[in-house]
């Protein structure tokens, strides 16, 4: 159980074009999903928290207008980077959680590898 | 603030040998603690977890990690260390309040030497 997936592994782009990134959870209602973003050799970094039906949390530093997080349903988050430019290739991470006795335990996505020419 | 140590960035040893992974961490209030590892592109699984109860956490594949309060650490191991260890390790910290968000550490590469 608690399996969380992420669409596409691996894209690559062009230089000002954008890309959507979907993570689900397949077998339960996720209260609340993670953007991460890590770099090579390095930690994960918190991007954003998102909450089914409301406005994404965005962490200090990160361009709300640069990267759009949608959550429509308790299964659905989506990330968007709008117009891509090769500084936001990177390796993003999502991660889904519900709450269980108490607290909110989060489960990883794959990670989905971007490369922007 | 939450804060995440690992100390040492690449822990080398050999197959068969004790495997310890460092962890300390900062934090106001009582913390929830994880061990995570990454394979080479993929996502993170979490190996362990402590929240209350038994400070001795044992976790899969053979890891476990002691919760020691008054030195603030989360100290990672194995008894016996096996090629496919090999791998990158976060450690990781939250509170039970608020947003819960996950706090890493900069993570620390096992290498596994046959």
């Known amino acids: 159980g608690a399996v969380v997936s992420q669409h596409p592994s691996r894209v690559i782009c062009k230089s000002g074009t954008s890309v959507k990134i979907e993570c689900r959870s397949l077998?339960?209602?996720?209260?609340?999903m993670f953007w991460y973003r890590q770099f090579p050799k390095q930690s994960l970094m918190l991007m954003a928290t998102s909450n089914e039906g409301s406005k994404a949390t965005y962490e200090q530093g990160v361009e709300k207008d640069k990267f759009l997080i949608n959550h429509a349903s308790l299964t659905l988050s989506t990330l968007t980077v709008t117009s891509a430019h090769p500084e936001d290739s990177s390796f993003y991470i999502c991660?889904?959680?519900?709450?269980?006795?108490?607290?909110?335990?989060?489960?990883f996505g794959p990670g989905t590898r971007l490369t922007v020419l | 603030a939450q804060s995440v140590t690992q100390l040492g960035s690449h822990v080398s040893v050999s197959e068969g040998a004790l495997v310890l992974l460092r962890c300390n961490y900062s934090?106001?209030?009582?913390?929830?603690l994880f061990w995570y590892v990454q394979y080479p592109n993929q996502g993170l699984q979490l190996l362990l977890k402590y929240t209350t109860g038994a400070t001795l956490v044992k976790g899969i594949n053979g890891f476990e990690a002691e919760f020691k309060k008054s030195e603030t650490s989360f100290h990672l191991t194995k008894p016996s260390a096996h090629m496919s260890d090999a791998a990158e390790y976060f450690c990781a910290v939250t509170d039970i309040q608020g947003a819960q968000k996950l706090v890493f550490g900069q993570g620390t590469r096992l290498t596994i030497n046959p």
């Open positions: 077998d339960f209602q996720a209260t609340t």
């Open positions: 991660s889904a959680s519900y709450r269980d006795m108490g607290y909110n335990e989060q489960f």
């Open positions: 934090s106001s209030v009582p913390p929830y």
